[in-house]
């Protein structure tokens, strides 16, 4: 049982490391997390920091209960693709990208609407220091302007990362396979290790205003184990 608890967890790992760099890159589509209000009001940890009273937590539980349902109507059936060309396949997941971009966006206003003004100001700070963890070209790109030198930069620390992170797949899947001894706190190490680089590298191209800018829009730090977080959901968790 503790073997599966801890494949959970490496599986979480590998889950990060897949979108860190590829889901920062415009154009690119994963499996990565997705860190909006909605995902991110689904995280005990989160609603704990918020102090939701009752009335509110029973209100936005089912708002998104309700985008949850929204999400999966929308998904398409993955049997369909084997029928379809290069072409209409990518057009059926641009289909999806905008619905699911859509059901986002109505959930969120409806949240904005549902916590009070300092309650969403700081979801919107922890949302921003779950995507500098996992993307933080994404938010580099979207707080900050940016001069061509830096986007070209930028574009470069991410190339560099999405190598960097189809290797460290790579060697934690043979771990996987045969039978062998996994090490989980060096897998866990490694991991962090390598967003802490990348958010590094990221950083080294801003000015210092802009760093300040960037660490002024997250707030106060907000703690949380991502694996832990990885592992439950694999067990079905959805916080309250």
Do not use: C, H, W
């Amino acid at each position: 049982m503790r073997r599966f608890s801890k494949l959970f967890s490496v599986i979480g790992l590998i889950f990060l490391t897949q979108s860190s760099a590829l889901l920062a890159q415009p154009g690119r589509r994963g499996g990565g997390p997705t860190f909006n209000r909605a995902t991110t009001l689904g995280i005990e940890q989160v609603r704990e920091e918020l102090e939701l009273d009752d009335a509110q937590g029973a209100t936005i539980q089912a708002a998104l209960d309700a985008y949850r349902e929204e999400r999966r109507e929308a998904r398409p059936d993955r049997s369909q693709f084997q029928f379809l060309s290069d072409e209409e396949q990518q057009e059926l997941r641009d289909q999806q990208q905008k619905q699911t971009e859509e059901a986002s966006n109505k959930v969120d206003e409806t949240l904005a609407a549902l916590l009070k003004p300092k309650q969403l100001k700081r979801l919107d700070q922890i949302i921003i220091q779950f995507q500098l963890k996992v993307t933080p070209a994404t938010v580099i790109r979207k707080q900050l302007e940016l001069t061509d030198d830096q986007i070209a930069a930028l574009k470069t620390v991410e190339d560099e990362a999405v190598a960097k992170q189809l290797d460290m797949r790579f060697e934690m899947m043979k771990q996987f396979q045969g039978g062998k001894n996994i090490d989980f706190t060096e897998i866990r190490r490694i991991v962090e290790e390598f967003q802490k680089d990348m958010q590094t590298s990221a950083f080294a191209i801003l000015t210092d205003s802009q760093k300040t800018k960037i660490t002024e829009v997250q707030g106060p730090q907000f703690d949380i184990d991502f694996i832990s977080l990885m592992r439950n959901r694999g067990r079905g968790g959805r916080g309250r």
